[in-house]
């Protein structure tokens, strides 16, 4: 039987039986289990941040497994405080964290600290946008605006608005004394990786300043140098009032955060929140290491080089190229996403069919100009055998 047999026969059937199993990856490379070799342009969905198998992950995860697994938050250890140290020092702005296990975790954390403040001040229900991506679970769920996914789940325990992504004034009308917070994606990630229009971000902080709403920033997939900044807020020039990662922190182990930014990250009191492996210190060496090694000033110079090259490709199939940084869609003209997924990966490069007419691109942030090129070389021909 091959793996994806064996899979199909103890796994349930939510994720489908993926076509490729993957056996070990160097930087840039993964082998299949038959040792076919292909260049990772999908990284785990924007998870292996350093790339596979990265010397400095590696040497920080052993030394710590070695060291201590866990310890649970009955105990406080090293790494997690130097983590949150480091974080905070990133962010430049006074915040106190919150360690999840997973993106959903994270914004599990930020949506019961904002349900402690509309019950504090006395507001009732959240906005969130169309096609947005927060999460599974029934928490997150609840303001994720994608009703295949969400529907059948409901009812949920909160009433959430959702409104058209990347219209300020949609935004402003939703948006009243009543908000508690909106949840907002600074670009959104599974709806097809689709960036505002110029200057949403912002518009987005006065509203919610104005309304007195908490602004929380969902930057799971967004953050940790995939846009050429450390946390796509910045490039905006505001802050959130609250903050969730997860995905490329840990760059490849599983670890999320939720901050709260001046009065938001006081909201919870003892006892209110928690997690038996949230600041797991194997995670948080991981996370350190990550931190320690992107290079903002090589993720810039990839992105331009990515994006021009792709910008360049004049095939029937390509309509155009969005998104930001190391974290781009190719759309095309036809919803034919599946089979360009297929095409490359035959070709010898692993994207991600997101949308049926949205291809997403998300390579290890330590991806070389040379790897950059040999992808776009291979473009056309995907796209023809698509
Ligand atoms: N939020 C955003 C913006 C995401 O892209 C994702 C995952 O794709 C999540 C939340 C959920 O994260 P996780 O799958 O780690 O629970």
């Not at 600290?113 to 507001?123: E, I």
């Not at 325990?157 to 219209?167: A, H, L, Q, S, T």
């Not at 930057?219 to 140098?225: F, K, L, R, W």
Request: glycine share 12%; hydrophobic share 45%.
């Amino acid at each position: 039987m091959t793996l994806q047999e064996r899979f199909e026969k103890a796994f349930m059937p939510n994720y489908g039986v993926p076509p490729i199993a993957l056996a070990r990856g160097e930087g840039t490379r993964v082998w299949d289990a038959d040792g076919k070799e292909y260049l990772d342009f999908i990284g785990g969905i924007a998870v292996t941040s350093l790339g596979h198998a990265h010397p400095a992950l590696v040497e920080a995860v052993s030394k710590q497994v070695a060291t201590i697994a866990h310890t649970s938050n009955l105990f406080v250890n090293e790494p997690e405080v130097l983590l949150a140290e480091k974080l905070l020092e990133l962010l430049g702005e006074p915040a106190k964290i919150f360690f999840a296990n997973s993106g959903t975790e994270a914004n599990e954390a930020a949506y019961k600290l904002s349900v402690k403040y509309g019950k504090a001040t006395g507001r009732s229900y959240f906005v969130a946008t169309e096609n947005g991506f927060h999460g599974r679970s029934i928490g997150a769920l609840s303001l994720t605006g994608k009703p295949s996914i969400r529907e059948q789940f409901g009812p949920f325990p909160v009433e959430v608005k959702f409104v058209p992504y990347g219209d300020a004034d949609a935004l402003k009308n939703a948006v009243t004394g009543d908000c508690i917070a909106v949840f907002l994606e600074p670009t959104q990630g599974e709806a097809g990786v689709v960036p505002p229009p110029d200057g949403y971000f912002k518009a987005a902080r006065e509203i919610c300043t104005s309304a007195g709403a908490l602004l929380v920033a969902d930057e799971i997939q967004s953050a940790i140098g995939r846009t050429g900044h450390w946390f796509a807020h910045q490039a905006d020039g505001v802050v959130p009032d609250i903050l969730t990662l997860a995905k490329g922190l840990g760059g490849g182990l599983p670890i999320g955060a939720c901050i709260g930014f001046g009065e938001a990250g006081t909201l919870f009191a003892k006892g209110d929140h928690g997690s038996t492996f949230g600041g797991n210190p194997v995670s948080c060496a991981a996370a350190l290491a990550v931190l320690g090694n992107v290079d903002l000033a090589h993720v810039r110079t990839v992105a331009s080089q990515l994006r021009e090259g792709l910008e360049a490709v004049d095939h029937p199939l390509l309509k155009g190229v969005r998104g930001r940084g190391l974290w781009l869609a190719l759309v095309l003209n036809e919803p034919v996403s599946a089979q360009v997924q297929a095409a490359a990966a035959e070709a010898g490069f692993l994207v991600n069919a997101l949308q049926p007419d949205a291809v997403r691109i998300a390579p290890p942030l330590v991806v070389t100009a040379e790897e950059i090129a040999a992808f776009v070389a291979a473009v056309p021909g995907v796209l023809s055998h698509a």
